[in-house]
């Protein structure tokens, strides 16, 4: 993790009232409307692409990193997170994300960085992943 997003979740942590989750807890579902982000204070936390068939390989969070800052500008979360290990989080809810993002260019450059490197890791899975046979092509081609 670069220096930059550790100040990110070091700034957004400030601002953050505390969550005690148990294992097994899901912090959000894909698809579900933001309510804010989280930042590991201790354990960890797991996200994952929904379904059996996901090429996406799961990423495990611990202390000091954010979970959730990508829906943060989308609207709603794109991967499901739960806490693989009792956790206690940092909650922001996102109107002050936006709040702490809008008044400083430095932790808005961070945020991007951050997402940026999110890209990468999906687009390396992509790349290690073997391509689709013909038949489950047609098949993926017709879900979209």
Do not use: W
Not at 46 to 60: A, F
Not at 125 to 142: F, G, I, K, W
């Amino acid at each position: 993790m670069s220096n930059e997003i550790a100040e990110l979740a070091t700034e957004l942590d400030r601002a953050a009232s505390k969550v005690s989750l148990r294992k097994g807890t899901a912090l959000f579902h894909c698809g579900d409307p933001i309510s804010g982000v989280f930042v590991v204070r201790k354990g960890a936390v797991t996200l994952s692409v929904d379904g059996p068939d996901s090429i996406y390989p799961p990423r495990t969070l611990g202390p000091g990193e954010i979970a959730g800052l990508p829906a943060t500008l989308i609207g709603h979360y794109s991967l499901t997170a739960k806490v693989t290990e009792d956790a206690e989080l940092g909650f922001v809810p996102a109107p002050k994300v936006a709040e702490i993002l809008e008044c400083s260019p430095r932790l808005c450059m961070a945020a991007m960085r951050a997402m940026s490197e999110e890209i990468s890791r999906v687009r390396n899975a992509l790349r290690e992943t073997p391509p689709l046979e013909a038949h489950d092509q047609e098949t993926l081609n017709s879900k979209l």
